[in-house]
């Protein structure tokens, strides 16, 4: 019993808050030591109860999630599971939320009857198991947490267009391709905002995240960034000084372009990848068939080891250069640790270096 983890609920739905501690319960790791309403008496819980892992709604009456989320974090760290909505304002919220210090989130189904299901009850139980693990905040070099809804007139034009105007005339030298997941949103905010908008390369990541919440994930980047950030589309040509980020729930399969020497974007809705859709291997692993010889692979904090085969194989098959994120900034330690432990790393580098570091690469070929 000691050695469960204590989980406290904060949730204004009754029915959640009964179905929640139910599957929490059930699993002798995780124990629910107390439930709140709302953010103001979910404070107060967590002053009295001192819970290892808090699972938190965003939308709540008297004081919602964010606002008490800034509180918390003001006082102490506590690891902190988000259950976020399907919406394009839920999928805002909760990248606001991540910037605040939550670390990881879970979709609310459309259907709140459909929570109980097999595969959302041990989504909920991995992140509750994997969050206790985490006793500190990490630290980063920008604070984006206060930078929603600041208007860029530049990046809005940029958008519009489709067109990064440091980079119209640079010439694709490499391909940047980048996985991470657990951690990831913040994590490549202290990555893809200290690229230069004039690099050389195209960028391919995939971020392990449900429909709608990658969109809103590019759009915020991009509005951050010198290059051009988007969601990745069936078709897209890759160009320099642009990141396309997988959409969720469709691999991204990079292929040589029949009609001219560039690299386009093929969408596949083929089955998940090692319980993955978007899946790393199937991206890198995608590189590897064609004729890029100029690759960088990058892989980043995150539960599992997605990535691992596709990295091996990049390092095997087209001679890529590879960076690893170190454990001491990881959020999870998972997908670079299975890299690290495969023998194909070329770099391990903390993560406010990796941009540094892709930077110089492309330069150097």
Known sequence: MEDRKKVLIIDDSAFMRRVLSDIINKDDRCLV????NNGKEGLEKIDTLDPDVITLDIEMPVMDG????????????KPVILLSSLAKDGAEATLKALDLGAVDFVCKP???????TESIKEDIINKIIMAASITKPLKFKKDFSNSYGVK????DVKKETGINKFSVHSTMKKIVAIGVSTGGPKALQEVITYIPGNISAGIIIVQHMPPGFTKSLADRLNSLSEIS???????DIIKAG???IAPG???VIIENSFKTNEFCIRLSSEPQVGGHRPSVDVMMNSISKTNA????AVIMTGMGSDGCEGMTKLKKDNNAMTIAQNEQTCVVYGMPRAVALAGVVDKVLPLNEIAKEITKMVEEC
Not at 33 to 36: E, Q, R
Not at 110 to 116: G, Q
């Open 33 to 36: 030591i107390g439930t709140a």
């Open 152 to 155: 860029n007139i530049e990046k």
């Open 66 to 77: 964010i606002s008490m989320l800034k509180i918390l974090m003001s006082k102490k760290f």
């Open 293 to 296: 010889k100029n690759v960088i």
């Open 249 to 251: 729930n469709f691999h």
């Open 110 to 116: 459309e259907n709140i009857f459909k929570v109980s």
């Open 229 to 235: 950030v988007k969601e990745a589309e069936n078709g």
């Open 242 to 244: 642009c990141a396309y």
